[in-house]
């Protein structure tokens, strides 16, 4: 039987590389994409996906598009906003939603699919660090699998097939380390935006580069993993790991570790979960050559130098609403950061005082949680805005 999938940021780093692998497999139907502003990108996908219904946050650039395929007689509902992607996430027939855009935006609709039973394979790791016990909680309840994307999380899941739970005894995720891994606490003062987007390993959305050159990319995914494996924070351990070719380990209480390896390509964590369980030959992606790479190296995460990560963990042992603050303020900052606002090392700075100042609170609503990421982002504007 067909699969039939949406994708949320189908025009993104993730979105086009889902794309990808749909056209490589071909038995995948499209029925809905969602961009954000690049709606040239987005005719393009439409013309070669046909699906029937697409979103574009903004208005105008929605109506531009419709007109524009009007013109020319195809067919697509267009619908634009948080609502319009909601609309899309939870179209009748469709089986799979991958949640690809970035930032906490994507929460809603991933929890509106997941109300009416779709499965989720997600990118969107800030849905997890914003409200991760509610979203895995609503998932349980309706029976519906969350699949990781991301790279570390597909490892892990692929590690853990054919285990037990309580057999595990440490998660280790790998870490690039970044483009300043060998940087000195001054070199690190001041490096600029165009040295940040630079990854050594992967070309993907500027937010989530950033969050890579700071090592908060890890620390959210320690958090993503926390709630995605149901593990304690003190079973989450971090090595670095240059290469990106070990994607992530599951340490187990006999002593044996099992890895996941792979060439650095996020089209083979996007296929696993389009086809899981399932292990679709993938031609078009290069094969790992253990020989070529000749060794792997690992060393321990320079926490002091990278605040980021550490704030991470602090704010998952801190849990309720400190996960979203700490989410929030990082969009915040990072988006700063790239405006040239602020340097590199206030990121770690300013998310530590808007922690600082939260009053946290347990258990909380989905309300509780949105007025918590309000106040986190106009609190980080504030400290921004005293930087310049
Ligand atoms: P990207 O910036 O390349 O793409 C983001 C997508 O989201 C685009 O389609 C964009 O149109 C859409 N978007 C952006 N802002 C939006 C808004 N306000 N409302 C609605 N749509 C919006 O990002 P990416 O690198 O593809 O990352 C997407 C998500 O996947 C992020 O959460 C990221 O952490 C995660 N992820 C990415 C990679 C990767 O290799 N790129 C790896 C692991 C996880
Ligand atoms: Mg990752």
């Known amino acids: 039987m067909t699969k039939k999938v949406v994708i949320l940021g189908s025009t993104g780093s993730i979105g086009t590389q889902t794309l990808d692998v749909i056209k490589h497999n071909q038995d995948i ?9 690049r709606i040239d990108l987005l005719e393009e996908q439409i013309k070669q996906f046909r699906p029937k219904i697409v979103c574009v946050m903004h208005e105008d650039k929605a109506r531009v598009l419709k007109d524009r395929l009007d013109s020319q007689s195809i067919d697509v509902e267009v619908v634009c906003g948080v609502k319009g992607l909601s609309t899309v996430a939870t179209i009748e027939e469709v089986d799979i939603v991958v949640t690809a855009v970035v ?14 039973g779709k499965t989720i394979a997600l990118a969107n790791k800030e849905t997890l660090v914003t409200a991760g016990e509610l979203v895995m909680h609503l998932a349980k309840e309706k029976n519906v699998s969350i699949l990781p994307v991301d790279s570390e999380h597909s490892a892990i899941f692929q590690c853990l097939q054919g285990n037990t739970h309580q057999s595990i005894d440490k998660l280790i995720l790998t870490a690039s380390g970044g483009p300043f891994r060998t940087f000195s606490k001054d070199e ?23 969050d890579s050159a700071t090592l908060m990319n890890k620390g959210l995914e320690v958090i993503e993993a926390k709630h995605l494996f149901d593990v304690d924070p003190s079973q989450i351990d971090v090595v670095v790991h240059k290469e990106s070719i070990i994607h992530s380990m599951v340490a187990y209480q006999d002593g044996s570790t099992i890895a996941q390896l792979g060439m650095p390509d996020m089209r083979h964590p996007i296929a696993y979960a389009l086809y899981y369980p399932e292990r679709r030959v993938s031609e078009y992606i290069k094969k790992l050559d253990l020989v070529a790479i000749g060794s792997l190296s690992f060393e321990a995460p320079r926490k002091d130098d990278f605040p980021c ?9 801190i849990g309720g609403t400190m996960t979203a603050v700490l989410n929030a303020a990082n969009e915040e900052v990072v988006a700063s950061f790239l405006n040239k606002q602020i340097s590199f090392m206030q990121i ?11 009053i946290c609170i347990n258990r909380p609503s989905l309300e509780q949680i949105l007025e918590c990421d309000r106040w986190a982002r106009e609190y980080s504007r504030e400290q921004v805005a005293k930087c310049y």
């Open 29 to 37: 139907e499209v029925v809905g994409l969602t961009a954000n502003s």
């Open 188 to 210: 690190l003062k001041k490096v600029t935006v165009e040295q940040a987007l630079k990854h050594p390993n992967w070309v993907m959305g500027s937010k989530i580069t950033i």
């Open 103 to 116: 930032g906490m935006i994507g929460l809603i609709p991933t929890i509106e699919a997941i109300k009416v």
């Open 309 to 317: 990560l550490q704030l991470a963990y602090d704010a998952l042992e």
């Open 348 to 358: 770690p700075e300013i998310i530590h005082t808007v922690m600082d100042k939260h």
